[in-house]
């Protein structure tokens, strides 16, 4: 089945240590895209990348990066956690972003920062 | 500013009977709107979709009805199952961005 996977499930760092969160899909999609999202929140779009453009919304903090080194994989890069990064990431795809299409999403990955 | 806001975080229905879940939206340039099904340790799933140009669309025992004057639109699931019980999500976009915004979930609960 064509699918969004994001690997780890569950991940725990430092505050102050970088982490990287990784997200795979068998979908063949154009645009990737990641989601944060905190309890009782709604998803909150950091950035998304449509074939190797990227663009970052414009308040998403420095702190957080992403790489799209080919269609298939995206990573986000937390360069400096803090408590306040504690969430749920959330990887999703689409076809492309130039109309309306549906996003499919992965099971995300929960973060604790300690 | 909350763009897409789901009022009631949960929502109790018992089995066969119907369940509303309410949207509202306060951006006027959103002109396609989403409805997604998250179950627990699982992505959101795409469930129904729904143009301003239309002001009913229907899936089974899915419909989504938009009232585009209130700004506000809403999923009907008819009969409710068990098997519905999960957290959904609206998501609007519009406005000349294909971007979604989404709205913070409604818990459903349905009770054999």
């Known amino acids: 089945d064509a699918m969004v996977i994001q690997n780890p499930r569950y991940q725990v760092t430092q505050f102050g240590k970088p982490v990287t969160l990784s997200c795979s899909q068998t979908?063949?999609?154009?645009?990737m895209y990641w989601y944060q999202q905190k309890s009782s929140q709604a998803p909150k779009l950091l950035f998304h990348?449509?074939?190797?453009?990227?663009?970052n919304e414009a308040d998403t903090p420095d702190n957080f990066q992403s790489r799209r080194p080919n269609t298939s994989f995206c990573f986000l890069d937390i360069r400096s956690p803090g408590l306040g990064d504690a969430a749920m990431y959330l990887c999703a795809t689409s076809r492309d972003i130039r109309e309306y299409n549906e996003q499919f999403f992965g099971p995300g990955t929960r973060l604790t920062v300690l | 500013d909350q763009q897409v806001k789901q009022n009631s975080p949960s929502l109790s229905v018992q089995e066969g009977r119907i369940s509303i879940l309410n949207c509202d939206y306060t951006n006027s340039m959103f002109d396609y709107f989403l409805w997604y099904k998250k179950y627990p340790a699982e992505g959101p799933t795409f469930l129904i979709s729904i143009s301003s140009i239309k002001d009913k669309n229907e899936d089974g025992r899915f419909t989504v009805f938009l009232n585009k004057s209130a700004k506000h639109l809403s999923l009907h699931i008819v009969p409710s199952q068990p098997g519905d019980s999960a957290v959904y999500f609206c998501?609007?976009?519009?406005?000349?961005?294909?971007?979604?915004?989404f709205g913070t979930g409604t818990r459903l609960k349905v009770l054999a």
């Open positions: 979908l063949n999609h154009n645009v």
């Open positions: 990348y449509y074939d190797k453009d990227f663009n």
């Open positions: 998501a609007a976009s519009g406005g000349g961005t294909y971007k979604y915004i």
